[in-house]
């Protein structure tokens, strides 16, 4: 086995690199969660994440991963027979869609060629032929993370509105919140589906869901079981007052940490970096693109996602040969493609707590990794991104 030195170049598009403030911050006893102490810091919590969330509505958290948030939202919102139209936009959401099936629900796939954002107008048209409104949910990935296409939530929020539908309105942020701007109240989400692993700076294991009073007057009359998701057992007003077993305290430490950082920073600024760090990471891959080589994924420019690009690496040649290489020779971890992306795609995260020279460090490796495994690519990818991220525009 090779010995590695130097960092860890993390750049798969979640988990991201958690901040040494946010583990210094979790670097400290346990302190009993029903006194005081804990009561301030999981107010401070769920206070920031409605700013974050954009939102006045219900935030609540569980102890899992982004999949247990997905079916909390199923359970606690329908009942066996009920259809769902889910939109398709790559791996994350048919995965969706494929957990609702297996909860006893009618599961109708909007298509959609994952290289493009999904269109509002097909949606409008799909739920103006939903007369009798069978269709009691929309479910919508925000930001693809398999393909590195962000749709446009508040556009499909108009579609349903468009066409007079009162289905619920479900968006997976996972890998978009505090990342890409969301507004849950002003796009009028009622279901938001959100992890702690990618945007928010956190290890994998938290949670967080926000519910709009509508969802929760919907769920009352739902009727799949459900007993640790319940969102009737976890809320009071419109915060958390329960939680399911022990709190995970450390994690609450992380997040106050990952909350003021973001808010030192600001919510804008942290967008305008993740835009900033995309378009270099666009700008080298068109360079590659030149000679027949690797392409963005995401064929229109307006919908690449400013969170993770996904690159298309010329037939014939596998993606997992030169991402292993990457990994193995320069200590740098790229995502593999998802699905039928497998093999034919590498994917560079670009979210959570980066800057311009990690950024830079791990497309010199991706550059030096294409030369190395003999894909074709254009020379200077890694300069045009500095050039980028010099003389902007
Ligand atoms: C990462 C991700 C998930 C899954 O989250 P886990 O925490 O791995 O369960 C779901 N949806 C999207 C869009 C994601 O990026």
């Known amino acids: 086995m090779t010995v590695s ?13 958690i901040p040494d403030r946010v ?29 974050i969330f954009k939102t006045n509505e219900t935030i609540l958290g569980y102890a899992a991963s982004g ?35 297996s909860f006893g629900l009618e599961v109708e796939t909007l298509a959609n060629d994952w290289r493009n954002a999904a269109d509002p107008a097909a949606l409008e048209s799909r739920l103006r032929e939903d007369r009798a409104h069978q269709i009691k949910g929309v479910l919508v990935v925000h930001n693809e993370t398999s393909t ?10 108009r579609a349903i509105d468009a066409a007079g ?10 890998s978009s919140l505090a990342s890409i701007d969301f507004r849950m109240d002003e796009w009028r989400v009622d279901v ?15 949670t967080f869901t926000g519910v709009s009073a509508k969802a929760l007057a919907a769920g009352a009359a739902a009727k799949l079981p459900r007993v640790y998701w319940d969102w009737r057992r976890l809320v009071e007003g419109t915060s958390q007052a329960v939680w399911n077993g022990t709190i995970p305290v450390h994690f609450f430490y992380g997040l106050q940490e ?28 068109r360079v590659w693109r030149q000679n027949d080589g690797p392409e963005i994924f995401a064929a229109d420019p307006r919908a690449q996602s400013d969170s993770v690009t996904a690159v298309l690496t010329p037939e014939g040649y596998d993606a997992n040969k030169m991402r292993t290489l990457c990994l193995e020779r320069f200590n740098v971890s790229l995502g ?39 894909v074709p690519h254009g020379r200077g990818g890694v300069a045009a991104a500095m050039d980028y991220l010099v003389n902007g525009a």
């Open 165 to 174: 539908h009162p289905a619920l309105y479900l968006v997976d942020v996972i």
């Open 258 to 285: 990952a909350l003021r950082m973001l808010e030192e920073e600001g919510l804008d600024n942290v967008f305008a970096r993740h835009h900033r760090l995309a378009e270099a990471t666009r700008r080298a891959v």
């Open 192 to 206: 938001v589906v959100a992890g702690s692993q990618k945007g928010l700076m956190l290890p994998t294991g938290m």
């Open 23 to 51: 583990l210094r911050a979790m670097d400290r006893g346990t302190i009993d969660f029903t006194g005081v102490q804990f009561k301030a810091i999981a107010e401070e919590c769920f206070a920031g994440l409605k700013r």
């Open 336 to 374: 593999g493609g998802l699905g039928p992306l497998q093999g034919r795609v590498f994917r560079i995260g670009h979210m959570g707590d980066l800057n311009e020279p990690m950024i830079l460090g791990s497309l010199a490796a991706v550059e030096m990794a294409l030369e190395l495994t003999g």
């Open 67 to 101: 999949h247990g948030a997905w079916e909390a939202a199923i359970v606690n919102l329908f009942s066996p027979g009920d259809k769902v139209l889910v939109v398709e936009t790559g791996y994350f959401s048919l995965n969706w869609g494929m957990r609702c099936e």
């Open 5 to 17: 030195r130097g960092w860890h170049f993390f750049q798969n598009p979640g988990p991201t690199n």
């Open 148 to 157: 590195g296409v962000v749709h446009d939530v508040a556009a499909l929020r």
